[in-house]
């Protein structure tokens, strides 16, 4: 492959990429914060999938830019992942009931 055609791909990636980008955040932020915990539980496995393709372009780099690349790639998708997990426990996390308080909604202490 000639260097034009190098470059010209790596200019289609990079347009790919930002349309990705902007797509990504019009359509997270028309989603209602009710519906953020169950959209992040769920997409913790299409995320699991990123790393996983991030992995596999890793292998087949060639070049010290593609290296490098495939290394942020690898990088942040591993953050995503984790940072998904996380953030779903958190959120999780103000759900449950403080310890020592087992009763029910309405039900009564006998203490």
Do not use: Q
Request: charged letters at 10%; one cysteine or more.
């Amino acid at each position: 492959m000639s260097s034009a055609g190098t470059v010209s791909s790596l200019v289609f990636d990079a347009y790919i990429f930002a349309l990705a980008c902007f797509l990504g955040f019009i359509v997270i932020s028309k989603v209602p914060s009710i519906l953020h915990t169950p959209l992040m539980s769920a997409t913790n496995a299409i995320h699991g999938i990123v790393y996983v393709g991030a992995i596999y372009l890793a292998a087949g780099s060639h070049g010290w830019i593609s290296d490098l690349i495939a290394a942020c790639a690898v990088a942040l998708g591993a953050g995503n992942v984790v940072g998904g997990f996380v953030v779903t426990d958190r959120i999780l996390a103000m759900f449950r009931r403080p310890p020592g308080n087992e009763t029910a909604k309405g039900g009564v202490s006998h203490d």
